[in-house]
C-alpha cells in the first residue's frame, strides 16, 4: 500500500506568490519606469480620448459612445495589472492577499469579458447602420444604445459572478500562482479537492 499524503489546507490570512516572471538583481527600477510610463501613457491617451468625445457635441453618436466604453474598459485593465506590477518592481515583493487576489482577477476577467461584449455591441451597431441605413436612427436610439452597453457591462458581471462562485467552500493548499496576475484559473489550480 502506498503512502498518501493529504494536503493541508490554508488558514486565513492565505497570502499568494506570483511567480511568473524573475525580475533580474537591479532591474526593479528600470523595469518600474517602463511600467510606470506605460500605465501614464495609457491613462492620458485614454484620458484624452474620452475628454474630446465629451467635449465635441458632434461626437456624441453610438459609436463614439461605445468607444468610451472601451476606454473605461480599457483604464479598468490597466489599473487593475500595472499598479500591482510597479509594486513588485519597486519592492521585490511577490506576495498578494487572498482578498486582493481574487478583486485582481474579478476585475481582469471582467476587462477582457466586458471588452468582448462591448465590441458585440458595437458589431451590431454596425450592422444595423450596414444592413438598415434608413432606419438606422430609428433603431439605435439613445435609450436602445445605452441599455445595451449597460447589458454588455451586466452580461460581463453575471458571467464573471457565476465564474467565481466557485470559489465558495474551496479548501486551498498552494500559495503559489503561476502568473503575473492572479486569475480565476491560477486560483484554482490550488485547492486540496477538484473543485464541484
Avoid at 523595469?31 to 465635441?56: E, H, K, Q, R, W
Wanted: net charge positive.
Amino acid at each position: 500500500m502506498e503512502n498518501l499524503t493529504v494536503p493541508t489546507p490554508l488558514k486565513q490570512p492565505i497570502m499568494f506568490e506570483l511567480v511568473g516572471f524573475y525580475v533580474p538583481p537591479g532591474s526593479g527600477p528600470l523595469l518600474f519606469c517602463v511600467t510606470l510610463f506605460a500605465y501614464l501613457l495609457t491613462l492620458l491617451t485614454n484620458g484624452v480620448v474620452a475628454g474630446v468625445i465629451a467635449l465635441d457635441k458632434s461626437l456624441h453618436r453610438p459609436m463614439f459612445i461605445m468607444i468610451c466604453h472601451l476606454v473605461a474598459c480599457d483604464l479598468l485593465g490597466a489599473t487593475t495589472m500595472l499598479p500591482r506590477l510597479m509594486v513588485h518592481f519597486v519592492t521585490g515583493n511577490k506576495k498578494i492577499s487572498y482578498g486582493v487576489a481574487i478583486a485582481q482577477a474579478l476585475c481582469i476577467h471582467t476587462y477582457g469579458t466586458s471588452m468582448h461584449t462591448i465590441l458585440a455591441v458595437m458589431a451590431y451597431d454596425r450592422y444595423v447602420a450596414v444592413c438598415e441605413p434608413l432606419r438606422y436612427t430609428n433603431i439605435m436610439t439613445p435609450a436602445r444604445l445605452h441599455t445595451l452597453c449597460a447589458l454588455a457591462w451586466l452580461v460581463a458581471l453575471l458571467a464573471i459572478g457565476v465564474l467565481f462562485a466557485f470559489h465558495k467552500d474551496v479548501q486551498l493548499c498552494g500559495n503559489i500562482i503561476q502568473g503575473v496576475y492572479s486569475s480565476n484559473r491560477g486560483i484554482l489550480d490550488l485547492p486540496a479537492a477538484p473543485p464541484p
